[in-house]
């Protein structure tokens, strides 16, 4: 009985708002029909037909008395109300066409820069990621206790003893990334793949499995096992025209026959594992031993989560298995500094390391700053428009509307407006978001699958709400603060006092101070990516080319292999016309590099203070004449220094420094043993100091190298470096020439099986290596320019109405004998107090903010004081220019005009 009357209430209310008219008519012949019945019953009682219809409508209280207590409760007449509301806020904004114009663009400038960046933070950072239910998804990293080191991925006897003796976890998995890539052949040619070798637990641990054919089997995982592949769907539809028949064909993987097993979904993504912000495109079996060794901390390690066990449960059970294995293997064990282990899940762990997080909430925070300066713009323009409309409201007051009522119909005119304003933010945001893609560095994770879903909808839904409630309250407030009296036999306007000029004067100092913010993080970080152009990079970056190589090819595993490709490659780019000279490295500079460690005394030691971190480069001869690097002392590398030949090396002169501080050139004929292979490998012999070059990026610091001739380097090392990192080919021409075609037309008369990766110039790589710091700078600049724009905007709108309410006002004191530069003097000077103000608060709220800076900024502070004195001094003059054209059009009041008029 309770249900079916929810229901019958339900459908009426419906009807109420969809079919008002029908049911008014209805509530209209049930009144009569009461009111009949109630004569009726009079009449049988003697009384006459008149009497007894006069009687029944004193009884029953009035028609229209009863009429609107029924509809009353209905439940649905604020929303009726709502809706007339709306559709006179709709009427009043098209009545007054540039107010509303100027109004909704300013907010939608706003809402679309907000949720631009927004489709960005939920892609890259909040999003969960794409697999069966993610948060069982982890990530197992390792660290050095009572030591404050750093995370470190973890080797292969790691991987296996975590494996069997994991409690907690479902599975376990190992990934060995590639940045090198492969090279594929076998259909159209042999292309550059980005690709990984992984273990079979891998498309288990991640709640994914192939689209077709299948992942990889356990026998297939095992050392010497069939050559298998398993394709991404990209890989799939791009050089396999998404074939359906793709499983069991032989594709060539470096130089190798694969059979296809199996094809990934679409959304399966692992490219923030590649740290370097490519989706693997081909999967190999790891095939590791089961007893594995340790072969250096390169694996990164994965687990699914056994349902119901949470993450510090996970880091308990990690810790007991760390113990276990450093029981187990003692050799590993530093006195003092036990082993332990961090598990994340793999969606923190990737948000972690690409440190893209705080670069992102950063330009939140600032974007945040834009809206609200245009949230303060149009409550001005509001506050204007409710000054205009005092008249109207003391009207409906006097009539009998409430307070409430008012204030409900302001804020519904308020959200029509916002309404409005995000449909044409979202036309903005779908706009600013494909612009932010395609500027958005490639280290970003995840950029790929910006979109505009549900909850980039209901971001934009809820900010356009709030900024509607804001501003309209605001405006409420100020128009209910009427004297219905003095507002009706005024007329309408009312001269201003202090009380009306107060809030817009706070409103402009209120932008002045945000924009101060804006512009001063965007002018620390310009001056960061400037010096970050004018750091010294040690070589000549200029008329210089690198051409990337996979070797990862079985036949290069040799360093004769090598070597040889290198020189018969190097021999054919010297004949390109327009070529001075030509080299080869095993990595480009300014990208990453292999590392390893030296011993000083040219001897093996385990003690840690004999030892140190390096950088290692296997390049061949003329490499540092053909990059530009100066020769301190001894000698360049030449073509005898080969496999059979003593074992030489050159060092930079930080390495030099950090040996022999003082006596840098007395490192020529030391030795120094490089950690490239056993402990009984031979040590080199220095025979040249070159100078420092900023080899990891632009951004980081010098750190201690050594160069080695490729042709020395051990058969293990090489093969270990070719799968890590590819090969760098480097050009210098004698001016601007672009040598692409010519570069790839050579390397393929090398081998033909060899595809170069990708060919720019060295300058590319430099805005490659600056890319975030110089993303983050345009998208500060970008927003500070827009906040400065919106201030002068509203600096300006804000006076022009004040000087326009103030009309009769100077128009006495002109009429009294002011001169035009003493009301031009009046002007300024109450528009510079609000712009002096909004100046010292910005100031004090950039130092105060400028912490959220300082892991991005390179060459200047945080609190650069020059930079918030220029900035303040730019702003001023910005900021008085506004307020100069109307307080000019001030003094060209006419006093009998004005006082005609009033």
């Not at 933070?121 to 750093?150: C, H, K, M, Q, W």
């Amino acid at each position: 009985m309770t249900q079916t009357r929810w229901i019958d209430k339900l459908q009426l209310r419906l009807r109420s708002l969809f079919h008002r008219t029908e049911v008014d008519a209805d509530l209209d012949d049930e009144l009569r029909d009461h009111i009949e019945q109630k004569a009726h019953l009079y009449v049988a009682q003697g009384v006459a037909r008149d009497e007894a219809r006069r009687r029944a409508l004193l009884e029953f209280g009035g028609v229209a008395k009863r009429a609107e207590e029924c509809r009353d409760a209905r439940n649905v007449t604020w929303l009726e109300h709502f809706i007339a509301d709306a559709r006179f806020g709709l009427r009043t904004l098209r009545r007054s066409p540039g107010f509303s114009l100027v109004a909704i663009l300013t907010l939608a400038l706003g809402i679309g820069a907000n949720t631009a960046i927004f489709s960005v933070i939920d892609a890259a950072v909040l999003r969960p990621l794409p697999y069966p239910e993610p948060n069982r998804v982890v990530e197992i990293n390792f660290y050095t206790a009572g030591n404050g080191g750093s995370m470190n991925d973890g080797d292969s006897q790691q991987y296996v003893f975590w494996r069997d003796h994991a409690t907690t976890l479902e599975s376990v998995s190992a990934l060995f990334g590639s940045l090198g890539g492969f090279n594929l052949s076998g259909y159209s040619g042999a292309v550059h793949v980005s690709g990984m070798k992984v273990s079979h637990e891998l498309f288990f641990a991640a709640g994914m499995q192939p689209i077709l054919g299948r992942g990889f089997s356990r026998e297939e995982d095992l050392p010497h096992g069939p050559n298998v592949a398993v394709l991404s769907y990209g890989l799939w539809q791009s050089a396999f025209g998404a074939d359906p028949n793709i499983v069991n064909r032989s594709i060539v993987i470096n130089g190798v026959p694969h059979q296809v097993i199996g094809v990934l979904p679409a959304q399966f993504r692992l490219e923030s594992l590649m740290r370097a912000g490519e989706n693997p495109e081909v999967y190999l079996p790891l095939q590791i031993a089961g007893a594995g060794s340790s072969d250096g901390s390169n694996y990164t390690i994965l687990g699914r989560l056994k349902p119901g066990v949470t993450i510090a449960s996970a880091n308990a059970d990690m810790d007991r298995v760390a113990v276990e294995y450093e029981n187990e293997h003692p050799e590993t064990v530093h006195p003092g500094f036990p082993l332990r282990s961090m598990v994340r899940t793999l969606h923190e762990a990737m948000v972690s390391d690409s440190q893209i997080a705080p670069i992102l909430y950063v330009l939140m925070g600032a974007v945040g700053f834009v809206l609200l300066i245009a949230c303060v713009n149009v409550a001005n323009l509001f506050l204007s428009r409710a000054a205009t409309r005092r008249r109207e409201i003391a009207v409906r007051s006097a009539l009998g509307a409430s307070a409430s009522r008012i204030f409900s119909q302001l804020i519904a005119e308020s959200l029509v407006f916002a309404v409005l304003a995000a449909a044409v933010g979202l036309a903005i945001a779908y706009a600013g978001t494909r612009v932010l893609v395609a500027l958005t560095p490639e280290s970003v994770p995840r950029v790929e699958s910006v979109s505009f879903d549900w909850r980039v909808l209901s971001f934009t839904l809820a900010l356009s709400v709030i900024v509607a409630l804001a501003t309209g309250a605001a405006a409420a407030v100020y128009a209910l603060r009427t004297d219905v009296n003095e507002s009706i036999k005024g007329g309408g306007e009312q001269p201003m006092g202090a009380s009306g000029r107060k809030l817009p004067r706070v409103l402009i100092a209120a932008k002045v101070a945000l924009s101060l913010v804006l512009l001063a993080g965007a002018t620390l970080l310009g001056s960061t990516v400037v010096h970050l152009y004018r750091v010294p990079l040690g070589f000549d970056a200029v008329h210089l080319t690198s051409a990337s190589v996979s070797l990862t090819a079985k036949k290069f595993d040799r360093s004769e292999a090598v070597a040889d490709f290198q020189a018969r490659a190097i021999e054919r780019l010297e004949a390109i016309p327009g070529v001075e000279s030509a080299a080869a490295a095993s990595s480009t500079p300014l990208e990453r590099g292999l590392n390893t460690v030296a011993f000083p005394n040219g001897s093996f030691s385990r003690d840690h203070a004999n030892m140190m971190q390096i950088e290692f480069r296997a390049i061949s001869p003329q490499y540092f004449r053909t990059v530009g690097i100066s020769v301190l002392g001894g000698r360049e590398f030449a073509p005898s220094d080969s496999g059979s030949s003593a074992r030489v090396t050159i060092v930079n002169e930080k390495l030099a420094h950090m040996l022999w501080p003082g006596e840098e050139s007395t490192a020529v004929g030391k030795p120094l043993l490089v950690g490239e292979g056993p402990p009984t490998t031979p040590a080199r012999t220095i025979v040249g100091v070159v100078a420092d070059i900023r080899e990891m990026g632009v951004d980081q610091d010098v750190r201690p190298t050594v160069y080695v001739p490729q042709a020395q380097v051990l058969d293990e090392f090489t093969a270990m470096t070719n799968y890590w990192f590819a090969s760098s080919l480097l050009v210098r021409t004698a001016g601007a020439l672009d040598v692409t075609n010519d570069i790839r037309r050579a390397v393929a008369e090398v081998d033909a099986e060899q595809p170069v990766a990708r060919v720019e110039s060295m300058h590319a790589v430099l805005n490659k290596s600056i890319g975030l710091s110089r993303f983050l700078m345009f998208l500060m600049a970008g927003f500070a320019a827009l906040a400065l724009v919106l201030a002068c905007v509203g600096i300006y709108a804000v006076l022009s109405y004040q000087i326009s309410r103030r009309t009769r006002e100077i128009g006495i004191r002109m009429a009294l004998g002011a001169e035009p530069r003493t009301v031009l003097r009046l002007v300024l000077g109450e528009g510079a107090r609000p712009i002096i103000a909004g100046i010292v608060v910005g100031v004090c709220a950039a130092l105060a903010l400028s912490h959220l800076l300082e892991s991005m900024l390179f060459g200047v502070t945080a609190h650069d004081p020059v930079t918030y004195f220029a900035v303040a001094l730019a702003l001023g003059f910005v900021a008085a220019a506004a307020c100069w054209l109307p307080a000019r059009r001030a003094t060209r009041v006419d006093p009998i005009v004005a006082l005609r008029h009033e």
